[in-house]
């Protein structure tokens, strides 16, 4: 690839170019960037990122590590935004590294002014260099930074290397140990193509959890950012085992086919989906820039219930705490359902208005602005705050929809149906409501089949749901009474996806859950109020047991939604085999293992061994010392990376179609991160 320079520059002279390297190459400046005092600010700046990474990627575990991934496809996205760009490349080296690769113009490789550096060497080693918007650029999202720009993931990387495409040349640098460069920007060869590529090895100093990149997050990630990012083309490749895997996103119809992708398996109401886009100027702070803000939206109902699908996003980020230009679409969606319906008689003038909830019931929308110098808010610096933006998406959706109901009569008259009976559902919801809050609240009436713990430490406890009586019964014997408490579970439980809210409050399984975890449910559910810090669910490791775990699940994404964000919910994981041998028992968890045992305890062939096929065939000795006991005992952390693809996890399940949710069960929870708990 390229011929490794020995050894790298020499400490004081790092910032002195060999005058003929520089000069050869087609007038471009000679950068005499000596050790001046901003060069030895580069080094530190990049000594920060490596002091406090938490600063710039939020977290060092692996969510943080998936950030430098995001980082460097951003810069290739921003340059597809330009309408450079078209195919973006990821692919997951099997020496574990990671390259991201695209035909845009390539990174500039003359000299940059203010830093007598290459354009190259200035976006990867100057902090905020290259950022999106003038001096010191970049936007600061999601509990970390985004568009820190690309010196972040130098920063952190055992090594990178660029290599740039340009004006018929090949131009590549390589950095070491957190962004060091080894020798300067060199042209490599003639190249007929343009583009950048870069790959980077991330440093185990810094990611000291896991530096293994999952794919099924990138994957997820990538898919977003191809319906996002309609028309442009992304490709992920996973080179590390026997073949490669490899997956490709285009969608040339952009957030409508995020859309009718999250509506698979659900039976619209609207047949195609509706979409609105507008775009407004601004000047900027500095009261001369005029910047363009670009807002889209797409959305369809269907026949669910739930009416918490809307997925809105800024600058391809997900602003899942919502903001202005969520809260413009309420605006319009509610007052355009309103007007039709009173317009068209479906509400008698005594008839209170629909609310937003009502008329969101069923559907899902994807918003996405483009802001040039967007504000965040918020617990996690996801809340969009730029007030201007609530009137552009609001006056877009409200132009838009009101002429596609005008036009469409018969879509119109079914979806105010559709309204009008979630009026009538929530209604008749809150009366049931109510009463189960009621019940809810007063611990006393705690359902009798919950055998409680006895310490009153939350933290501490730990509620085991657990499938069928007999493992229940097991369960109460084995544990350990002082912080385990059990709720045996009756058989499958309600399909809160496919059922109308007053339906779920008269579930008995649904409320004893509720009664127990003891916080409510929905928007007054209060996670500071929960009795047990790990709700763990016990379900037999068979295709039912794997359907009522994602039953639990799909009512805890449902009502419980901080359950699952603040990952309070885990999954048992019982042995699946067990090896009797001189009187003393192993268990295995999967098939693995079982051979690793076989191996270890050096057993015959066709020696017996026992497979599992419920909870109930083990005794509460058992169930503890392999399943319950935190001490011994392997649980799975819940999740939810992108709420999306969950949304689509629990539809696919709980949609008509068979075939998903047979091929969904047999793997594991998609969204689950396994941790040794
Ligand atoms: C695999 C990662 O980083 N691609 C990129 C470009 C193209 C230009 C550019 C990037 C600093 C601030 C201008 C080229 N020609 N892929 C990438 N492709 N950065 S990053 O310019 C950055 C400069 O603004 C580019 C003309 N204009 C821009």
Request: charged share 25%; net charge negative.
């Amino acid at each position: 690839m390229v011929e490794e320079k020995k050894n790298a520059i020499p400490e004081e002279d790092r910032f002195t170019y060999e005058k003929s390297d520089i000069e050869n190459e087609r007038g471009l400046e000679r950068a005499d960037a000596k050790y001046t005092g901003d060069n030895i600010q580069v080094l530190e700046g990049l000594e920060a990122v490596r002091k406090r990474p938490g600063m710039y990627i939020g977290t060092t575990a692996a969510a943080g590590l998936h950030h430098l991934v995001w980082e460097i496809v951003d810069n290739s996205i921003d340059e597809a935004l330009a309408g450079y760009c078209t195919h973006i490349e990821v692919t997951i080296n099997k020496d574990g590294s990671l390259t991201v690769q695209d035909d845009g113009r390539g990174i500039p490789v003359d000299v940059v002014k203010k830093s007598g550096l290459s354009g190259v060497e200035t976006a990867f080693t100057i902090l905020h260099a290259g950022g999106k918007f003038g001096e010191g650029g970049g936007y600061k999202v999601a509990g970390g930074l985004h568009g820190v720009g690309a010196s972040v993931v130098n920063a952190l990387s055992a090594w990178l290397e660029v290599e740039v495409h340009k004006e018929g040349g090949a131009y590549f640098i390589r950095f070491e140990n957190g962004g060091v460069p080894v020798g300067h920007l060199k042209r490599i060869a003639d190249a007929n193509d343009h583009g950048t590529k870069v790959t980077f090895m991330p440093s185990a100093d810094t990611f000291t959890e896991t530096t293994e990149f999952n794919y099924e997050t990138i994957k997820n990630h990538l898919r977003q950012m191809a319906f996002l990012n309609g028309g442009v083309r992304l490709t992920l490749t996973d080179l590390r085992g026997e073949a490669p895997v490899t997956d490709t996103f285009l969608y040339n119809g952009g957030i409508r086919e995020y859309v009718t992708y999250i509506n698979t398996n659900k039976i619209p109401v609207n047949p195609e989906v509706i979409y609105c886009q507008g775009a407004e100027s601004v000047t900027l702070l500095d009261g001369v820039t005029k910047e363009r803000i670009y807002a889209e939206v797409a959305m369809q109902w269907t026949d669910s219930y739930n009416s918490d699908g809307t997925y809105s996003f800024c600058n391809n980020i997900s602003t899942k705490e919502g903001g202005t230009h969520v809260e413009g679409f309420n605006l319009a969606l509610n007052r355009i359902i309103n007007d039709y319906a009173r317009k068209f008689k479906f509400l008698d003038e005594d008839e209170a208005n629909f609310t937003t909830d009502d008329c969101r019931e069923g559907l899902t929308a994807v918003i996405s602005v483009k802001h040039p110098n967007p504000q965040y808010e918020g617990q996690t610096k996801t809340k969009l705050g730029n007030s201007e933006v609530r009137k552009i998406v609001s006056t877009v959706v409200g132009e838009h929809l009101s002429r596609f109901l005008l036009e469409n009569p018969g879509i119109a008259k079914l979806l105010i149906e559709k309204i009008k009976n979630a009026a009538k559902a929530r209604d008749a919801a809150r009366v049931a409501r109510e009463k189960a809050r009621k019940s809810a609240l007063d611990i006393t009436t705690l359902p009798g089949k919950l055998a409680d713990c006895s310490s009153k430490d939350p933290e501490k406890c730990e509620l085991f749901i657990v499938e069928g009586n007999s493992a229940g019964g097991s369960a109460k014997t084995g544990r350990d009474r002082e912080t385990q408490a059990i709720l045996p579970l009756r058989g499958k439980i309600l399909n809160v996806e496919k059922a109308r809210e007053d339906r779920i409050w008269a579930n008995a399984e649904i409320g004893n859950m509720i009664t127990a975890i003891g916080a409510g449910v929905r928007d007054n559910f209060d996670v500071s109020k929960i009795r047990y810090h790990k709700i763990v669910i016990m379900t037999d490791a068979d295709v039912d047991g794997d359907h009522i775990r994602i039953l639990l699940l799909t009512f805890f994404y449902r009502f419980m939604r901080p359950l699952i964000d603040g990952g309070y919910v885990y999954i048992a994981q019982p042995p699946l085999y067990k090896i009797d041998l001189k009187g003393k028992a192993y268990y295995a968890y999967n098939d693995a293992q079982l051979a690793v045992l076989k191996k270890a305890l050096n057993l015959k062939e066709g020696y017996p061994f026992q497979r599992y096929k419920g909870l109930g065939e083990m005794d509460a000795q058992q169930l503890w010392e392999t399943t319950m006991d935190p001490k011994a005992r392997k649980m799975i952390r819940i999740t939810v990376d992108d709420a999306a693809t969950a949304e689509k996890a629990f539809t696919d399940l709980m949609g008509d179609d068979v075939l998903p949710r047979k091929a969904y069960i047999s793997e594991n929870a998609k969204f689950a991160s396994n941790l040794d708990i």
